[in-house]
């Protein structure tokens, strides 16, 4: 690469935005540049979010039967995966699962709904009043990922007492069609937009590990930040049996941290999250996330899949003197 890895992360330290010509330089990387990589990633990391870290968990409230077809989802109808199917759970089995969260050590609890958008359904009321709900609790800040928003949904969304939506973008623009066809790129990004002028905080991200080449992950690392998304989770591919991604090989462990580590650079200020797949992709490099430039990540189990002890997580946590 034409610059050095210390001079594009000290013009980052600084404030300076890093090109794409530096972005594909970082992720040219290898031998033992990686660890020079991680080495100012971390630093970078540091300098906007010292040892503190964010810890979120989520519920899947409304599970399976999706009429979209994104090829690494275990709950669209047009795979064959085998999961748990269900409706909109009550109310109350929401505000109990957010209660473990925050005994757990979350800050954020995720309501998710399966589905293209949960605004235009039957499910809607039940769906703010939940928010109204974990609002009342007063202990942790609620969350909700439920498809694509209309303004009056977002709106709605806002005066219950939500403060972030979650919608990822999963991939960049270029290779989404790969990824899925029942919905657009664009429509995803319309949502963040929605969101975002409504008044929402917009917690938006993608899943490495899905065919994509480093030029699609640079781009959806510029994507956000152009959007100016809040949060940026970082997921894995845990390839599920019975979707058309289940037999991906797996990306490397020290690739994954790379990624983290190219977002940390491009995103300095946001909060990166690592969260589904981080415990079969990174495997015994998994505390190495928070190296790599991660200041938080998901705690508990995920929406299909489950996640690791979250009394490990914490022993972690403390063994590496974060502080949640």
Request: glycine share 8%; net charge negative; with cysteine.
């Amino acid at each position: 690469m034409n610059k050095q890895i210390s001079e594009i992360a000290k013009a980052a330290l600084s404030g300076s935005d890093i090109s794409r010509d530096d972005a594909a330089g970082l992720a040219g990387v290898t031998g033992q540049g990686v660890y020079d990589l991680l080495y100012w990633a971390n630093a970078i990391r540091y300098a906007h979010h010292g040892d503190r870290i964010t810890l979120c968990s989520v519920i899947s409230a409304k599970q399976g039967k999706c009429t979209e077809d994104c090829r690494f989802c275990a709950q669209s109808v047009h795979h064959q995966a085998s999961i748990a199917e269900y409706d909109l759970v009550e109310r109350n089995k929401i505000v109990h699962a957010a209660d473990n969260a925050k005994k757990m050590g979350s800050h954020r609890f995720g309501i998710v709904t399966s589905g293209e958008s949960a605004c235009d359904t039957d499910d809607w009321s039940a769906v703010l009043d939940a928010v109204r709900a974990l609002v009342a609790m007063g202990s942790i800040t609620p969350c909700a990922s439920l498809g694509s928003l209309t303004k009056e949904a977002a709106e709605e969304l806002r005066q219950a007492g939500l403060e972030r939506y979650h919608h990822n973008l999963e991939t960049s623009e270029g290779h989404f069609p790969n990824i899925c066809s029942t919905h657009s790129f664009e429509d995803r990004v319309d949502t963040i937009r929605v969101a975002k002028d409504a008044g929402l905080e917009v917690c938006c991200g993608g899943i490495f590990g899905v065919g994509e080449t480093w030029e699609d992950r640079i781009d959806l690392a510029f994507t956000l930040r152009e959007l100016g998304v809040d949060s940026v989770p970082l997921n894995f591919l845990n390839p599920i049996p019975g979707t058309p991604l289940g037999d991906m090989e797996p990306t490397p462990p020290l690739d994954l941290l790379k990624i983290i580590a190219l977002y940390r650079f491009i995103l300095p200020e946001q909060e990166i999250r690592v969260c589904g797949g981080r415990e079969v992709s990174l495997r015994d490099l998994q505390s190495w996330m928070f190296y790599a430039g991660a200041n938080g990540t998901m705690i508990g189990n995920y929406l299909t899949t489950e996640g690791r002890c979250a009394d490990d997580d914490r022993r972690m946590f403390h063994d590496l003197g974060m502080t949640p």
